[in-house]
């Protein structure tokens, strides 16, 4: 049947990044994320639902309005077709089990928090505060035996806890550690507080997720510094590196951790 699931989990992905596009531009204003219905940021008019078709409707409008032909942001087909490929791809990694309805949230969130904090450098407590919550009466549910976090691999039931601590508290230090060296913040309560929610579905491969964020973060840097799109003092969002990391640990943690003891003679 993956040829009738697998499709339809990335339809309804598409139909769920739309959505999670109203989020990203209206929880960071505090603005509800019902009504008023969609409409163009610019001219405020409401967008039909023959305009509303995630993806295809960016193409067939050239990626601006038909109401003023202000330009669409290439963030909103981006985030409908990454949150459409994440849950087809959760669906064929964890067929119809459990884990896949964590895992589902779990990428959902993960893909808000990025598109967010791209563009407003910001992670909202009014977003990640209740993601945590919602994971802890998840967590609740696993250690009454009706499982299954972590979702990267069967792990000790005590991993669970130990990543909420692990993924925060590494963060945590590090700020504390940085701050006084480069005199500025160089870790927001965002980034560990969303650190602290990746390690309740990544156990101890949080330290692998986090790891993961870390070099794309730096390569990223090296990468913009070198073609002067930004200098030494400039402030990249680490969110979305944090985001990449996990959703990577979440497909293929194990046989990366395995690969590097090998590598390393550790095994």
Avoid at 12 to 17: S, T
Avoid at 158 to 184: D, E, H, N
Avoid at 219 to 241: C, E, S, Y
């Amino acid at each position: 049947m993956d040829y009738l699931y697998g499709p339809s989990f990335f339809i309804l992905g598409l139909a769920i990044g739309s959505f999670l596009n109203v989020c990203a531009y209206r929880i960071p204003k505090g603005e509800s994320i019902i009504f008023p219905p969609s409409h163009c940021t610019e001219c405020n008019h409401q967008i039909r639902a023959v305009d509303n078709i995630p993806v295809l409707s960016f193409i067939l409008l050239g990626g601006r309005c038909r109401n003023c032909g202000s330009k669409i942001s290439l963030r909103y087909p981006l985030v409908e077709l990454i949150t459409g490929v994440l849950w087809a791809a959760s669906y064929f990694h964890f067929g119809l089990q459990l884990e896949l309805a964590y895992a589902l949230f779990f990428v959902t969130i993960l893909v808000t928090v990025s598109a967010i904090d791209l563009e407003t450098r910001l992670i909202p407590d009014r977003l990640l505060l209740p993601a945590i919550l919602i994971s802890l009466f998840y967590l609740a549910l696993y250690l009454m035996k009706l499982d299954t976090i972590p979702i990267v691999n069967d792990l000790n039931k005590l991993w669970s806890i130990a990543g909420f601590f692990a993924g925060g508290g590494l963060l945590f230090l590090i700020a504390l550690v940085a701050q006084p060296i480069f005199k500025k913040d160089v870790m927001g309560g965002g980034d560990i507080k969303l650190a602290a929610f990746t390690g309740l579905y990544l156990g101890e491969y949080v330290f692998l997720a986090l790891f993961i964020g870390a070099f794309l973060g730096a390569l990223t840097g090296v990468i913009l510094i070198a073609a002067n799109k930004k200098d030494m003092q400039d402030v990249i969002p680490f969110g979305p590196f944090i985001a990449m990391g996990s959703i990577l640990t979440v497909f293929y943690g194990p046989q990366l951790w395995g690969s590097y003891l090998s590598l390393a003679g550790l095994s």
